[in-house]
């Protein structure tokens, strides 16, 4: 995600981190942490240099650190809330993990070549500008290097995705508690197709992940899938809500 003047994200996951500070046996690629792919989207990562953009907590570069040997992932994200959280909770398991803080669209600019994996789990390809991210990610992509990400496949409020790169305001916190928002980039399939090739990758594969249950509110009448998790931050599973109910969500692939 994008440096901001506030820490938009630094209430989020403080729950869990106070009682969860195991590495994660495992992930899924879908919201509610049930359902759909797991790490094996992202293929064999030993010996890989990888990164975790929006890695929030670093709980899902703490799995792939300790379970798929891989030579080094950078969990990067520009809140200092969740890298701190990150640092608190893994920084022994470095070097193999290197928890970075910095502004993923600089930071991916700033190393060129260095990576065979990106990949981001609702994280910083939701809440950056694609025409920013998604080149600097190519060229920071060794060739035949990889980008996956997991994002919405409508707006949580059940408005269908955007036929155009246009970002939506979503509700957020200060760390004051007082009511702001945020920018998050909710496409539709070809749209997200365009500007991945625009961008130069290629042989990109887009899969619709389930529904299936998740944390959130009420589905509205028409019954889309609905559910803003109350405190689901970047590589968090969402903290429990009133119901079992998640949005439509999209795997993405791409080669570099």
């Not at 907590?57 to 990150?86: C, F, G, K, T």
């Not at 920013?132 to 980008?147: I, Y």
């Not at 990400?149 to 004051?176: I, M, R």
Request: hydrophobic share 40%.
């Amino acid at each position: 995600m994008t440096t901001t003047t506030t820490d938009l994200w630094h209430h989020y996951g403080r729950a869990r981190a106070a009682q969860d500070h195991a590495v994660p046996d495992s992930f899924r690629w879908a919201w509610d942490q049930q359902d759909g792919p797991g790490p094996e989207v992202l293929g064999d990562l030993t010996g890989k240099t990888v990164a975790d953009l929006g890695a929030g907590a670093a709980r899902h570069a703490a799995h792939l650190a300790v379970h798929h040997a891989p030579n080094r992932i950078d969990a990067v994200d520009a809140s200092p809330a969740q890298h701190s959280m990150a640092t608190a909770l893994y920084a022994d398991l470095a070097p193999r993990l290197h928890l970075v803080h910095a502004d993923v669209v600089a930071h991916l600019r700033a190393n060129p070549g260095a990576y065979d994996m990106l990949y981001s789990h609702f994280g910083a390809v939701d809440f950056t500008d694609p025409r920013e991210l998604l080149p600097a990610a190519a060229d920071a992509l060794r060739p035949g290097g990889h980008l996956v990400f997991s994002t919405l496949a409508q707006y949580l409020s059940g408005k269908p995705a955007q036929p155009d790169v246009t970002a939506a305001e979503v509700p957020a916190k200060t760390p004051g508690g007082e009511s702001a928002t945020m920018h998050r980039w909710v496409l539709q399939e070809h749209v997200w197709t365009k500007v991945l090739d625009q961008a130069g990758f290629t042989n990109i594969r887009v899969e619709e992940l389930p529904a299936g249950d998740g944390p959130g509110l009420p589905p509205p009448s028409s019954s889309r899938p609905s559910a803003p998790p109350p405190e689901t931050g970047p590589g968090d599973a969402a903290a429990p809500g009133p119901v079992s109910w998640s949005p439509g969500q999209r795997c993405v692939r791409a080669e570099g």
